[in-house]
C-alpha cells in the first residue's frame, strides 16, 4: 500500500504532522547548543531528536491524556519525555557493538554522522532529559504525579523493560526463540515504553490503577501490532521509505514474527490485535477516535 | 602514604567500611538475576556496582544528610541513586570509543568481563535505575522533595553536568587546555555529581536553596580537590593500590592539574582547597565532623 492511501485509511496526517512540529519545536527549545567545547554534544543530541521519526509515542501520550482532559501542552512534555528515551535506545542500538546499523529515518546514523563517543553520550544525555523534563512543575502541578510518571518510565527504559528487551534480543539464542519467547523480548524492548504512554496518560488524568485496564489491554494489543508491521516492513518494506535498511532480521537469523508465522498469517495476526485493541476502547465513545486511528495507523504505514 | 598513614589521618576507615557496606547490600536487593535471558544484563550491572570503588559519593550524601537529622536509610537510597549514576558513567567511559580502559576496581571493565553491548546496556540500566530509586516513596515521605532530588540529579548527569564533561574530556582539544579550561571541564565531569551529593542532603533536610551556600562551597572545594588528587595519582600513584592503569592522561596527552601546575603545585593547591572546604562547615558545627575527614581523605588517600 502506498502512504496515501494509509493516510486516507487512518485520517492520521493532520495529527501526525501536527505532533512532528511540536515535538521538534519542544527539542530545539531544550536543546540550546552552547558556545562551548560540549558543541558537538548537544549537536548529537539535536541531529537524533530532531526531525525524524513518526512521533508515535508522544501522539499515544497526548491522544490517551485526551480522554481525561489533560492539558495537551503538559501532555507533549511527557510524549517529548518518552520520545528522548525512545532515541536514546535509537542511538545506542544502532552502535557497530550492538545492531550496527548505517542509516537511521533516512540519514547516517548518530555514530556515522558524528562519532562512537559521541553517540553513546548522546544517548546519555537523552536518557537524562527525560527525567529532568519529567520532574519540572512544568510537567504537572501535582509532584505525586510527576513521581509516578517518573517511576513508569524509569521502570519501562531499564532492564524489566526496554533495556531489557534489547538484551534478549542480542543474546545467541535468539535464533532458536518460539513465537512465546518473541512475544515476550517485544513486550519488553517495543511494548514497556508504549505501554507507559497510555499508562502516563491515565496518570497525569488522576485514574488510579485499576481504571487503567482497558488503556494497558489497548498498548499491549497495539504495540505487538506495531511490532509484526515493523516485522512486515524489515521483509516487505522499501528502504527509501522507511529510512532504514531492510531485511536486517533475516541476515542476522533472526527469528521474527514473520519467520515464525509467514507474512500472511502475521498480517492477520496483526489485523486481528488492532481490532482488539480498538475493542478495548469502548468506555470510551468518540474521545478515544484519534487512538483507533493510531491502532489502524500501526498496521497500515508503510514507513 | 600509605593505606594506613592515610586511614589514621582521616579517621575514616569504618564508616567507609561502613558505607561500603550498606551501598552493596542495597545494590543486591535491587539487583536480582532474573532466570531468562537477561541474566547476563543483571549480571554486568552486579558486577559493575557491586564490591568496588571508594563509595565516596554515597557517603557524602549520608554525611550531609545528616547534618538535618535524616533518616539514615532514606539517605543511603539517594546515595546509591548517585552511585548507580557514577557506575553507569564508568562503564561507558571505559569503553573502547571513549577512554578504552581495561582495568576498573582491580578487575577488568565490563566490556572486557562481558562485552560491548552488555557494556553499554548494563550501564543505561543502571542509569534509569537511579532515577527509579528516587521516585519512590520509602525515599522521602515528600514528593516535592523526591521530584527535587530527580531534577536536580538528571542535571548533574546531564549534558548541563557529567555527561558534559565527558565530551569536553574527549575533545580534541583537551591537550592545549589551560588551567581555567581544566577546572570548568572536571567541575562538570566530576563535580557536578559531587555537588549533588551536597545538594541532596539539604534537600532531603527541606533546606531552601538560600541556606545552601555554604554546603555547595564545600562540594565545589572537595570536588576539585578530589580532582588532584585524582590526577596525582595517575602520575605517582600504583596500579595495585589505585585498581586501574595509571600514567593514562600523560599518555594521551591530555593536561591535568598535575600537568599545568606541577606534582608539588597540584599538592599545595589540593591542600588549599581542603581548607577551604572545612572553613564552609563552619556553621554546622561538631556535627560536619564527617564531611570534614571526607575531605581530607579526599587527598589523603593512596586509591
Redesign the interface.
Known amino acids: 500500500m502506498s502512504a496515501g492511501v494509509a493516510d486516507a485509511a487512518s485520517g492520521l496526517e493532520p495529527e501526525l504532522e501536527r505532533i512532528a512540529a511540536e515535538v521538534d519545536a519542544l527539542f530545539s527549545e531544550l536543546l540550546v547548543v552552547p558556545a ?3 558543541e ?3 549537536a548529537a ?1 539535536r541531529y537524533a531528536a530532531i526531525g525524524g521519526g513518526k512521533r508515535l509515542r508522544p501522539l499515544l501520550v497526548v491522544a490517551a491524556a485526551s480522554l481525561f482532559h489533560v492539558d495537551r501542552q503538559r501532555a507533549l512534555r511527557v510524549g517529548v519525555a518518552v520520545e528522548a528515551i525512545h532515541v ?2 535509537l542511538i ?1 542500538d544502532d ?1 557497530p ?2 545492531d550496527d546499523d548505517e542509516l537511521r529515518h533516512g540519514k547516517p546514523t548518530v555514530h556515522r554522522a558524528f ?4 553517540a ?2 548522546a ?3 537523552l ?3 527525560a ?2 523534563l ?4 512544568l510537567t504537572h502541578e ?3 504525579v ?3 510518571l ?2 513508569e ?3 519501562a ?3 524489566a523493560g526496554m ?2 528487551g ?3 534480543d ?2 545467541a ?1 535468539r535464533a532458536g526463540l518460539d513465537l512465546a519467547a518473541v512475544t ?2 517485544q513486550q519488553l524492548k517495543t511494548g514497556a515504553l508504549i505501554g507507559f504512554c497510555l499508562e502516563a496518560g491515565a496518570i497525569m488524568g488522576r485514574v488510579p490503577p485499576e481504571g487503567r485496564t482497558s488503556l494497558r489491554g489497548y498498548a499491549r494489543d497495539v504495540g505487538l501490532a506495531f511490532q509484526i508491521a515493523d516485522d512486515l516492513l524489515d521483509v516487505e518494506g522499501e528502504e527509501a521509505k522507511t529510512g532504514k535498511k531492510v531485511g536486517k532480521d533475516h541476515e542476522k537469523g533472526k527469528e521474527t514474527f514473520v519467520s515464525l508465522l509467514g507474512p500472511e498469517r502475521a498480517r492477520q495476526q496483526a489485523a486481528l490485535l488492532v481490532d482488539q485493541a480498538i475493542d478495548h476502547l469502548k468506555p470510551y465513545g468518540e474521545e478515544a477516535d484519534l487512538l483507533r486511528a493510531i491502532a489502524r495507523f500501526a498496521i497500515e504505514r508503510d514507513y
Request: aromatic share 8%.
Open positions: 562551548d567545547p560540549r558537538q554534544l548537544y543530541m536514546y535506545s545506542h552502535l557493538s550492538m562519532d562512537e563517543s559521541t553513546i553520550l544517548g546519555d544525555s536518557h537524562a532529559l527525567f529532568e519529567l520532574a519540572d512543575g501535582d509532584p505525586f510527576r513521581c509516578e517518573i517511576a518510565l524509569a521502570c527504559a531499564g532492564p533495556a531489557g534489547q538484551m534478549m542480542l543474546g539464542s515476550r523480548l
